[in-house]
């Protein structure tokens, strides 16, 4: 089976997948698998004299356990008591994507940034959903409006990197990516489980996504990296390989001799 995943062994959290926010950049990001089985509950309900903020926490344990659908019923009942937080319709948000009702998670986002016009973690999370359905210019939007508000959120590029690819605009993408990386170089390490890639119609953008990254990572000096991408631009047939040689972002590489045993060996393209 071929991979698909983005990353060779970088053991982290999000694909280049989109990075969930919930209060403050500081959050770290919600990176648990969607739970897409019908979900069951194995909490208490929540008790109607509970104050909302011990509804929250409540919720807040639940979603740790990965106990999304018991979560969302603490989320509900601290939203009754209190409609007017942003955080709470966020939370619940989050909460819905990962029970993979997006329809339903996008609504939260959106009455948490009626709530709040400047939460930044809302816009951040609608992109999210739009970018899962795919509607990848509404992503953009969403994301450059949190960038808007929180220009020095790692994540918010990363996501926003992650849909121009998908869109194939793979220059803005590497864009994105590296202003990433300049505010968290971890960044990419962090969010590369799952991969654009899956999201990419055929071979040769998957190879021309290949090739970009590596110019992103030579350019970084991340020269282990990027000889890692530039051999699976390679075997996913990437067109016009020869531009390693003229493109300046690998002048450094162009230097180390695996770079040469690399481009010596004759790789064949490993078909779908």
């Known amino acids: 089976m071929r991979r698909t995943l983005l990353f060779w062994a970088l053991a982290a959290a999000v694909p280049l997948s989109p990075v969930l926010a919930e209060q403050s950049p500081s959050t770290p990001p ?62 619940a948000g989050i909460a819905e994507l990962q029970l993979n009702r997006l329809a339903e998670s996008a609504k939260d986002f959106q009455r948490a940034i009626k709530i709040d016009s400047h939460n930044a973690v809302a816009y951040n999370n609608l992109g999210v959903v739009f970018y899962k359905i795919r509607k990848y210019n509404k992503a953009v939007k969403e994301y450059q409006k949190a960038l808007q508000l929180l220009p020095d959120e790692a994540s918010y590029y990363s996501n926003l990197g992650a849909a121009y690819f998908s869109q194939k605009e793979f220059e803005k993408a590497v864009e994105a990516y590296n202003q990433a990386v ?49 051999r699976r631009a390679m075997e996913d047939g990437y067109k016009k390989i020869d531009d390693v040689y003229k493109d300046d972002e690998f002048a450094t590489l162009r230097k180390d001799p695996r770079f040469t045993e690399l481009m010596n060996t004759k790789l064949v393209a490993i078909p779908e």
């Open 30 to 91: 919600s990176s648990e698998p969607l739970q897409v089985s019908p979900p069951i509950r194995r909490a208490e309900p929540p008790a109607a004299s509970a104050s909302v903020q011990s509804l929250e926490e409540r919720g807040d344990e639940l979603r740790a356990e990965k106990l999304y659908a018991d979560a969302l019923d603490y989320y509900r009942a601290a939203i009754k008591k209190k409609r007017d937080s942003a955080t709470l319709h966020n939370k």
């Open 182 to 230: 300049q505010l968290d170089p971890d960044i990419l390490d962090r969010t590369a489980r799952n991969g654009v890639q899956a999201q990419m119609s055929s071979p040769e953008d998957r190879a021309h996504y290949d090739y970009v990254m590596a110019k992103l990572y030579a350019k970084l000096g991340a020269s282990d990296k990027s000889l890692l991408f530039l």
